[in-house]
């Protein structure tokens, strides 16, 4: 018992250490910027394909932007590790809540894991594209579908997918309408504080829109038997404009997901670390 009690108070005192390096934090800080840029080239890509433009309304899509650019090599270079760094903050932060008793501090652990191993595929994607090879995420989603398809109650656990992803984004709006976001930044006083919210409220919206719309799909996957309607983030999005005045609905997506990114890149600066 001793051992594993020693053990945990080891990996929080890393934790702690890890959380209380400047270097790390002023990475992870970039890593909000990089969130931001890329959420601002998913939302113009988005824009673009509701007024009947091209271009692909995911990370892929983005990373693939970022690459095209000058220096596009040492760009992704910097995406990578802005979010590994970001990823890792966050992995410490989990550890530390989890030394709580409060039961919330369970929810907070599994949220900030969740979010970690979301940093740390997008880094992956930026090194693949940073190397010079493509990630495409909707290919990846139906290849997992398939595979879970495949899989003795693979419906089953391809619809629980879909619901938790639909529950996320969800998770999203709920923190847009009570504005739940603020809790995690040091707000400025003024007109700097009214815009980061309003920034923050409509980037919270279209974001959770679009997640729950990306877990739709999965759940569609599922009833269907057929793993190529699980086409991921960009499919969700294009999907919006076979509803009534679809374009324009994913027109005001896509400004949300800019808003989104003007919001993470405050976060930057306003992000308690």
Known sequence: MGTGEDASD???????????????????????????????LIGAAAISIGVGGGGKADQGGAMEQLRHSAIGGLVLVVVATALAALAV????????ASAAED??????????????????VLAGIAVVYAAGGRADPSQSSQTLSARILS????????????????????????????RS?????RMPPGTRRAGIELFGVVGYLAKGVAVALT??????????????KA????????????????????CAVGAGLVAYGVFCIARA???RM
């Open 269 to 271: 600066r306003y992000e």
């Open 231 to 250: 086409a991921g983030f960009d499919a969700a999005l294009r999907g919006i404009t076979a509803l009534p005045c679809g374009p324009a609905l994913l």
């Open 151 to 178: 899989a003795p109650g693979g419906e089953i656990l391809l619809v629980v997918i879909g619901l938790t992803v639909v529950a996320v984004g969800g998770g999203f709006v709920v923190s847009a309408i009570t």
């Open 10 to 40: 080891r990996a929080r005192d890393a934790a702690r250490m890890t959380q209380g390096s400047s270097a790390l934090r002023r990475v992870a800080r970039i890593g909000f910027v990089v969130l931001g840029v890329l959420h601002i």
């Open 215 to 228: 877990g739709v799909l999965f759940v569609i996957a599922s009833v269907t038997e057929d793993p190529h």
């Open 89 to 96: 903050w966050r992995i410490a932060d989990a550890m530390l």
């Open 103 to 120: 039961a919330t501090k369970w929810g907070r652990r599994l949220k900030n894991l969740g979010i970690a191993a979301v940093y740390l």
């Open 181 to 185: 976001f603020t809790k995690e930044l």
